[in-house]
T-cell receptor, first 111, second 112 residues
Framework: GQQLNQSPQSMFIQEGEDVSMNCTSS?????WLWYKQDPGEGPVLLIA?????ELTSNGRLTAQFGITRKDSFLNISASIPSDVGIYFC???????????FGTGTSLTVIP | KAGVTQTPRYLIKTRGQQVTLSCSPI?????VSWYQQTPGQGLQFLFE???????NKGNFPGRFSGRQFSNSRSEMNVSTLELGDSALYLC???????????FGPGTRLTVT
């Protein structure tokens, strides 16, 4: 199936630092979404992006839909301990209503 | 508004057995999707149901099946369990024409 390459695989940062992660695909996507998953829980939707070039914020989180429609970026500003978790990108293919998920970025915030 | 609920939360089964997992979507959501999450393969799409019809299907063997009821609740069944079926099974619901999926806490299935 479709593969989404998400990087970095893991990050260890100091509290207060900014974080950037990205997701790329080999094909065009219609929609990009970003999720955060805490241990033992299901992913929680953070941001949804609907068109190329779109830049959307949700508090300290900002995500962008790449203009090629094959990538997306998530930034977290001024990280805090509760940002710890695994962040997933997900894309909706342009061939149907099916989602593909990235491999996840594990974020650790050191107080 | 209550979130997506999944039952049971944890399950231990033996190879060869079958299992049924249940998902109740957010009220008003008519689309339900199922995913398998494993450390090695990540989140993989199983299938999606909308108005009691399977609308999309991922690349899983026929041992994996599902259904949706008229109240939008959904069940997933796995027959002839294999060790490799051990995973977190996640259900997500969305409004009829929305791509924004909301996940339940998952069912942790362990096959021994």
């Amino acid at each position: 199936g479709q593969q989404l390459n998400q990087s970095p695989q893991s990050m260890f940062i100091q509290e207060g630092e900014d974080v950037s992660m990205n997701c790329t695909s080999s094909s065009i996507f219609n929609t990009w979404l970003w999720y955060k998953q805490d241990p033992g829980e299901g992913p929680v939707l953070l941001i949804a992006l609907y068109k190329a070039g779109e830049l959307t914020s949700n508090g300290r989180l900002t995500a962008q839909f790449g203009i090629t429609r094959k990538d997306s970026f998530l930034n977290i500003s001024a990280s805090i301990p509760s940002d710890v978790g695994i962040y997933f990108c997900a894309g909706e293919s342009n061939t149907g209503n099916q989602f593909y998920f990235g491999t996840g970025t594990s974020l650790t915030v050191i107080p | 508004k209550a979130g997506v609920t999944q039952t049971p939360r944890y399950l231990i089964k033996t190879r060869g057995q079958q299992v049924t997992l249940s998902c109740s979507p957010i009220s008003g959501h008519r689309s339900v999707s199922w995913y398998q999450q494993t450390p090695g393969q990540g989140l993989q799409f199983l299938f999606e149901y909308f108005s009691e019809t399977q609308r999309n299907k991922g690349n899983f063997p026929g041992r994996f099946s599902g259904r949706q009821f008229s109240n939008s609740r959904s069940e997933m069944n796995v027959s002839t369990l294999e060790l490799g079926d051990s995973a977190l099974y996640l259900c997500a619901s969305s409004l009829a024409h929305s791509v924004e999926q909301y996940f339940g806490p998952g069912t942790r299935l362990t096959v021994t």
